[in-house]
């Protein structure tokens, strides 16, 4: 299997199950790589509800809440964002004081795009559902940052608090 994001789920009475939580991310590491969870961070969206209609019948990484995620100015972070809610398309950006941080988008699917086709995004595609992609955000500077991933209305907030390293 190639390395890159990948997701599981289950095929059977789809909308229940998949509702109930029965899904995960699949990282494949290449040979040579090492895990490293402080440089990594996984957003998975799904749904908690069959007829999911507000902001609450979605579900990020199980949950609406989430934890403040925090980061080193300079340091790479890699992340993986994975839809596996039964409807709908989600993107995903990064803002600061409300304005865009490019992201550089290097992995669709689980394959690696080619150097010279990875790019600096302000909004990514919009993804379907069973569909995964790969980020790399390096802050420039200090700040807080917030991470969106959703669909149109409804939309994940992580907080990342971004410090120099002392
Ligand atoms: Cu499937």
């Known amino acids: 299997m190639r390395p890159g994001t990948f997701i599981y789920h289950s095929h059977l009475d789809d909308v229940h199950q998949l509702t109930g939580g029965l899904y995960g991310a699949l990282i494949v590491l290449g040979e040579d790589e090492t895990y490293k969870p402080e ?3 996984i957003a998975i969206v799904g749904w908690n509800d069959p007829d999911a209609s507000s902001q609450e019948d979605w579900d990020y990484n199980g949950q ?3 934890p403040t995620r925090y980061a080193v100015v300079g340091q790479t972070y890699r992340i993986r964002v994975i839809n596996i809610a039964p409807a709908g398309n989600v993107t995903t950006r990064m803002i600061k004081s409300d304005l865009p941080v490019p992201l550089l988008y290097v992995a669709k699917d689980g394959a690696e795009f080619p150097d010279h086709q990875k790019v600096d995004i302000e ?6 559902v069973g569909e995964t992609a790969d980020f790399v955000f390096t802050p420039t500077e200090s700040g807080t ?3 969106l991933i959703g669909p149109g209305r409804f939309k994940w907030k992580q907080v990342w608090e971004v410090a120099v390293r002392d």
């Not at 909004?123 to 379907?128: A, D, I, K, Q």
């Open 145 to 147: 940052y917030e991470l």
């Open 64 to 66: 609406m809440d989430q």
């Open 39 to 41: 440089s990594e961070y």
């Open 123 to 128: 909004v990514s595609p919009r993804m379907g």
